[in-house]
């Protein structure tokens, strides 16, 4: 549930590495929390992850979020405003030095990550496998 509620828009968010400092220490204080371990204990972010089971930190969960929300919008029609959205470039001028990276620059690294190119969303079932969205059998 707090999970849920701390990412909800994460598929927007333009994660920059002050954004994963602002995210991670949020996540372990909520993992902390749920477990009853203070930092005062002083038990490691690691042996914590692994008492709860979790492999995979939050920001690998934007990141699939991410890819997901990209794949949908790139299997949409044509003319549809995610698309517009995704592909708008401002016409006013840059300032100075080197541009930020932008949403898409993200995605790209994202999915050579983990081996996907151009087009694949095209397959969902390979999309989603690719992403690491799997569905859990219970």
Same mark, same amino acid.
């Given at each position: 549930? $707090?999970?849920?509620?701390?990412?909800? =828009?994460?598929?927007?968010?333009?994660?920059t590495?002050?954004?994963?400092?602002?995210?991670?220490?949020?996540?372990?204080?909520?993992?902390? &929390?749920?477990?009853?371990?203070?930092?005062?204990? &002083? $038990?490691?972010?690691?042996?914590?992850?692994?008492? $709860?089971?979790?492999?995979?930190?939050?920001i690998?969960?934007?990141?699939?979020?991410?890819?997901?929300?990209?794949?949908?919008?790139?299997?949409?029609?044509?003319? &549809?405003?995610?698309? $517009?959205?995704?592909?708008?470039?401002?016409?006013?001028?840059?300032?100075?030095?080197?541009?930020?990276?932008?949403?898409?620059e993200?995605?790209?690294?994202?999915?050579?990550?983990?081996?996907?190119?151009e087009?694949?969303?095209?397959?969902?079932?390979?999309?989603?496998? =690719?992403? =690491?969205?799997r &569905?859990?059998?219970?």
């Amino acid at each position: 549930m $707090i999970k849920r509620s701390s990412l909800y =828009g994460s598929e927007t968010w333009r994660l920059t590495e002050n954004n994963k400092t602002q995210v991670e220490p949020t996540e372990m204080d909520a993992l902390r &929390r749920s477990s009853r371990i203070s930092r005062k204990d &002083r $038990i490691r972010n690691v042996t914590i992850r692994q008492q $709860i089971g979790l492999e995979e930190t939050i920001i690998k969960e934007i990141e699939q979020y991410q890819l997901t929300w990209y794949g949908h919008v790139q299997r949409t029609a044509e003319g &549809r405003l995610p698309e $517009i959205a995704l592909k708008w470039m401002p016409k006013q001028k840059r300032a100075r030095g080197r541009p930020k990276k932008n949403w898409v620059e993200g995605i790209k690294k994202a999915m050579n990550e983990r081996n996907l190119n151009e087009g694949q969303w095209e397959d969902r079932k390979k999309w989603s496998l =690719g992403v =690491g969205q799997r &569905r859990k059998t219970f």
